[in-house]
C-alpha cells in the first residue's frame, strides 16, 4: 500500500541553521504531497502542499519540491527560528481520501 | 471560518467501556476523517464519510465506528475499549478534493 518514509529525529539546530527533513514515498498513481507541523498539545496544521511533480510548495520560508523520480517530497528552511521547534510530518493523500503519514521528525531550535 | 472543533479536550476511560468523540467541521465540509495518533507516532487513517456516508476505511476493527450529520458534525464510537486505545484522535475536514485537510486539535484518551 502508499506509504511515506521519513527522516528519523529528534534534529537539533541553532536558530538561524538551514533545516532539511527528508520524505520519501511509494504510491501507485499520481497522489498529492503534503507537510503538517505539529505543535506541542496541538493538532495537525498543514504547512505547505503540493499536487503533481515538479509543484513546488512553499509557506513561511519552507519548501518542498514533489520529485516523482526520485519520488520525494524533502522539508527545507534556509533559517530556523526558535519558534519552528515542532513535530513535522510528511503525508500523501491517495485515491483522493486517505492520508497516509511519515512517523515525524522532532526539530527543536535552540536560540 | 470557525475551524474544527473537537471535545472533550482530554478523556479518562477504564477497559470494556465504550466511548464517543466528537468534532464539529466547517460549515460546507461535506467530508470528514477520523485519525488516531499514538505517541510518538503519525496519525494513522481510521475512517472517512462523505455526506453522511462512510466512503473509506483503514486497518480498524469494527468497534471503531462512526456518525456523519447533516450539521457538519461527526461522531467517533469506540466500543469494547482496550489499553491500546489509548492515543490522540484528530478529526479532520475539508470542503473538496481541491483543497487540503483542517484537523481539529484533538481528543487524548487514555484507556485504564
Known amino acids: 500500500g502508499d506509504s511515506v518514509t521519513q527522516m528519523e529525529g529528534p534534529v537539533t539546530l541553532s536558530e538561524e541553521a538551514f533545516l532539511t527533513i527528508n520524505c520519501t514515498y511509494t504510491a501507485t498513481g499520481y497522489p498529492s504531497l503534503f507537510w503538517y507541523v505539529q505543535y506541542p498539545g496541538e493538532g495537525l496544521q498543514l504547512l505547505l502542499k503540493a499536487t503533481k511533480a515538479d509543484d513546488k510548495g512553499s509557506n513561511k520560508g519552507f519548501e518542498a519540491t514533489y520529485r516523482k523520480e526520485t519520488t520525494s517530497f524533502h522539508l527545507e528552511k534556509g533559517s530556523v527560528q526558535v519558534s519552528d521547534s515542532a513535530v513535522y510530518f510528511c503525508a500523501l493523500l491517495s485515491n483522493d481520501y486517505k492520508l497516509s503519514f511519515g512517523a515525524g521528525t522532532t526539530v527543536t531550535v535552540r536560540a | 471560518e470557525t475551524g474544527v472543533t473537537q471535545s472533550p479536550t482530554h478523556l479518562i476511560k477504564t477497559r470494556g467501556q465504550q466511548v464517543t468523540l466528537r468534532c464539529s467541521s466547517q460549515s460546507g465540509h461535506n467530508t470528514v476523517s477520523w485519525y488516531q495518533q499514538a505517541l510518538g507516532q503519525g496519525p494513522q487513517f481510521i475512517f472517512q464519510y462523505y455526506r453522511e456516508e462512510e466512503n473509506g476505511r483503514g486497518n480498524f476493527p469494527p468497534r471503531f465506528s462512526g456518525l456523519q450529520f447533516p450539521n457538519y458534525s461527526s461522531e467517533l464510537n469506540v466500543n469494547a475499549l482496550e489499553l491500546d486505545d489509548s492515543a490522540l484522535y484528530l478529526c479532520?475536514?475539508?470542503?473538496?478534493?481541491?483543497?487540503?485537510?483542517?484537523f481539529g486539535s484533538g481528543t487524548r484518551l487514555t484507556v485504564v
Open positions: 479532520a475536514s475539508r470542503l473538496d478534493s481541491r483543497r487540503g485537510y483542517t
